[in-house]
């Protein structure tokens, strides 16, 4: 027996059913009967659906946090150390992999040492990374605060 010779056991293999495809009992409604919210495209009441009174999960409490505050990209002082180069924005750091979501802001991280003088151009940045950059000769930069907090401060 060679490999182009194999065929499965006579009968163990069946062609789908091709409904809607002329005669033969299920061709013009093909099974799905006559009108009907279940004879159309797309038909169902969906997963939660209770025959029409409130569905279980909006009759439950809600506790706890929904999704509260802003999520970063997370860059780290050791991964800013082993990239080339001494300036760093979105765009490099984008370019290096190191961040992915375009729709996220970058945060700057004090994790890990930094052994020479980059400046860093970020949306956010921890006061140790900061300090940190800072310490090896480099600048971390932010963007200006907006009149509103500007106002706050003073």
Excluded: C, W, Y
Aim: hydrophobic share 35%.
């Amino acid at each position: 027996m060679k490999l182009h010779e194999l065929k499965p056991h006579a009968g163990s293999r069946k062609n789908r059913k091709r409904v809607g495809r002329g005669p033969g009992g299920t061709d013009k409604t093909a099974g799905r009967g006559h009108k009907g919210q279940k004879a159309r495209s797309g038909a169902g009441k969906g997963a939660f659906f209770e025959g029409g009174r409130s569905r279980l999960i909006a009759r439950l409490p809600k506790r706890g946090f929904n999704k509260v505050g802003t999520t970063f990209e997370i860059v780290k002082l050791s991964q800013l150390d082993v990239l080339q180069g001494d300036t760093f924005d979105r765009a490099a750091l984008e370019l290096a992999g190191l961040v992915r979501r375009k729709n996220n802001p970058v945060k700057l991280l004090a994790t890990g040492e930094l052994t020479r003088a980059v400046t860093v151009h970020v949306d956010a940045a921890s006061a140790a990374a900061i300090q940190a950059v800072e310490a090896a000769g480099g600048r971390v930069v932010l963007p200006e605060a907006t009149s509103e907090t500007a106002e706050k401060a003073e």
